[in-house]
Structure formats: C-alpha cells, structure tokens
C-alpha cells in the first residue's frame, strides 16, 4: 500500500511530492511552515506554531468567564 497525502489535487503519494520546510525561530515561539510541492505547484501548506512561553491559568479563566 502507498501512503498518500492530501493535497489540493485530491490524494497523492507522499512519494511524489518535494516538502520545502521553512523554520523561524524567535524567543516568545518557533514556527515551521511545511510546503510541498508537485513539480513547481504547491499543492499544500502546513504551519506548526509551538509557543515557548506556555499559558498561565488566569489567562484561559479570564478567556472562559
């Protein structure tokens, strides 16, 4: 069986594709923003964002009620 990724032309094999992965690396966050490529197309694009700072109680509570 094939793996498969989702793209904007419907399901392709992740073989098929080229992933571009572009990293940005601050103090509050690191974000990396995966595209990939078919040929020259970009048919996806994925952005992870991991914060480094985290979320305090009182922010969620304030946010809740």
């Not at 509050?28 to 078919?38: A, G, I, S, W």
């Not at 694009?45 to 979320?55: E, F, H, M, P």
Request: charged letters at 25%.
């Amino acid at each position: 069986m094939t793996p498969l990724t989702y793209t904007i032309k419907g399901n392709l094999p992740c073989s098929d594709l080229r992933l571009q992965p572009e990293w940005e690396d601050t103090p509050d966050y690191t974000k990396v923003n995966v595209r990939y490529f078919l040929g020259d197309e970009e048919v996806r694009n994925d952005v992870y964002v991991y914060s480094k700072r985290g979320v305090t109680g009182e922010a969620i509570g304030g946010q809740i009620g």
